[in-house]
Nanobody, 116 residues
Framework: QVQLVESGGGLVQPGGSLRLSCAAS????????TSWYRQPPGKERELVAT????????NYADSVKGRFTISRDNAKNTVYLQMNSLKPEDTAVYYC?????????WGQGTQVTVSS
């Protein structure tokens, strides 16, 4: 059974930090390019960050460059998103995504709320 399970979301004050985790099971995680997406309230889902299967390359949305870091541990079948200097506009449901050729898997999402 394929699963992507996100964790680590919550309520944080502006300027704070959170670390999201996404644990994969049921497929060969190391072969998949993985990404974090987010969907702010009332808006479309958007790409936040991507990391290649061997963690050789990363890409970020302009809005999070310099603040967020994506990483992965293929031995633990887990991808992470370290979020620093959080802003209210980072408030969203954050989703984990894994892609390999035509296979495309999504997690259920974790809520991140940045508010004082």
């Amino acid at each position: 059974q394929v699963q992507l399970v996100e964790s680590g979301g919550g309520l944080v004050q502006p300027g704070g930090s959170l670390r999201l985790s996404c644990a994969a099971s049921g497929f060969t995680f190391s072969q998949y390019r993985t990404s974090w997406y987010r969907q702010p309230p009332g808006k479309e889902r958007e790409l936040v960050a991507t990391i290649t299967s061997a963690a050789g390359s990363t890409n970020y949305a302009d809005s999070v460059k310099g603040r967020f870091t994506i990483s992965r541990d293929n031995a633990k079948n887990t991808v992470y998103l370290q979020m620093n200097s959080l802003k209210p506009e980072d408030t969203a449901v954050y989703y984990c995504n894994a892609v390999f050729i035509s296979l495309n898997y999504w997690g259920q999402g974790t809520q991140v709320t940045v508010s004082s």
